[in-house]
């Protein structure tokens, strides 16, 4: 599997892997929302503030505001930590956290 994705991507762009990435990523937080929400035996339709509708579509959507995620998280007795690191080997910056709630 890894080398057929290698093999795809070889013959595209560098910004059209970026893309795919980056899409590839959002529909994992929507898969990664649900398990961990069945992971602590809550359903859709036990959460403060939300109707089950709003939670099947925030579990669906590729774009969450921050603002949502977090009372959805904290819902589940979760919080968020938001990090930023270098993609490139930059000396003089660090990973560095810019949110916990």
Do not use: W
């Amino acid at each position: 599997m890894h080398d057929a994705i290698k093999m795809m991507e070889s013959k595209m762009t560098p910004e059209a892997v970026a893309r795919s990435r980056l899409m590839a990523e959002q529909e994992i937080l929507t898969v990664r929302l649900g398990q961990l929400r069945e992971k602590l035996g809550k359903k859709q339709n036990e959460f403060d503030g939300f109707s089950q509708t709003s939670i099947s579509r925030l579990e669906k959507r590729k774009d969450i505001r921050i603002s949502t995620l977090i009372e959805y998280l904290n819902s589940l007795g979760m919080g968020l930590e938001i990090k930023t690191f270098p993609k490139a080997n930059i000396k003089r910056v660090k990973e560095e956290i810019l949110l916990r709630v």
